[in-house]
T-cell receptor
Framework: AQSVTQLGSHVSVSEGALVLLRCNYSSSVPPYLFWYVQYPNQGLQLLLKYTSAATLVKGINGFEAEFKKSETSFHLTKPSAHMSDAAEYFCAVRASGGSEKLVFGKGTKLTVNP | DARVTQTPRHKVTEMGQEVTMRCQPI?????VFWYRQTMMQGLELLAY????????DSGMPKDRFSAEMPDATLATLKIQPSEPRDSAVYFC???????????????FGEGSRLTVL
């Protein structure tokens, strides 16, 4: 069954520093992978998605993620953190067999320090 | 712009009371999901509908929870009787049917925050 593991429930960076949020997936078939962001008291919003068209995926707000099959990873990065990036980030994989179900990781809370 | 609408946004109730949460999916979306979010468990899938038919409700406590789609514009999640451990944020999400150009991304509502005293 498809699953994702997010390493680190909390990540803290300084404003202007590199953001790196880790996600490893487990899938028996080529996966569809997603990163979502959740701001306080809001729903989840799609940041970016991997659908096998390109291994480096660019999303909104300057985020990007690289699909690495050899490492079964889909880490999220942003070169320079802004205070407004403080939020919780979820990695997700779509279930196999034509299902539309998304299986989410536990989430990583990003804190950006001034 | 198109969005998933959930009501109520906040609900405080007493143990034993019935709670009904409603969701209006994005027009044209074929799938609807109910997720529950808590600090301890994260995001848990409760129910999944495609074309109004329930496909998976294995994550839902059957004795007190029920989910339905009376029509394509309304999904409901009901808890009867409610218990303090049901306190959580309940999210509804909708999406197009997977396949072809559809990659299965979901669009989330803003959630219903439930507190059961």
């Amino acid at each position: 069954a498809q699953s994702v593991t997010q390493l680190g429930s909390h990540v803290s960076v300084s404003e202007g520093a590199l953001v790196l949020l880790r996600c490893n997936y487990s899938s028996s078939v080529p996966p569809y992978l997603f990163w979502y962001v959740q701001y306080p008291n809001q729903g989840l919003q799609l940041l970016l998605k991997y659908t096998s068209a390109a291994t480096l995926v660019k999303g909104i707000n300057g985020f990007e993620a690289e699909f690495k099959k050899s490492e079964t990873s889909f880490h999220l990065t942003k070169p320079s953190a802004h205070m407004s990036d403080a939020a919780e980030y979820f990695c997700a994989v779509r279930a196999s067999g034509g299902s539309e179900k998304l299986v989410f990781g536990k989430g990583t809370k990003l804190t950006v320090n001034p | 712009d198109a969005r998933v609408t959930q009501t109520p946004r906040h609900k405080v109730t007493e143990m034993g009371q019935e709670v009904t949460m409603r969701c209006q999916p994005i027009l044209g979306h074929n799938t609807v999901f109910w997720y529950r979010q808590t600090m301890m468990q994260g995001l848990e899938l409760l129910a999944y509908f495609r074309n109004r038919a329930p496909l998976d409700d294995s994550g839902m406590p059957k004795d007190r929870f029920s989910a339905e789609m009376p029509d394509a514009t309304l999904a409901t999640l009901k808890i009867q009787p409610s218990e303090p451990r049901d306190s959580a944020v309940y999210f509804c999400a909708s999406g197009p049917r997977a396949g072809g150009l559809n990659t299965g991304e979901l669009f989330f509502g803003e959630g219903s925050r439930l507190t059961v005293l």
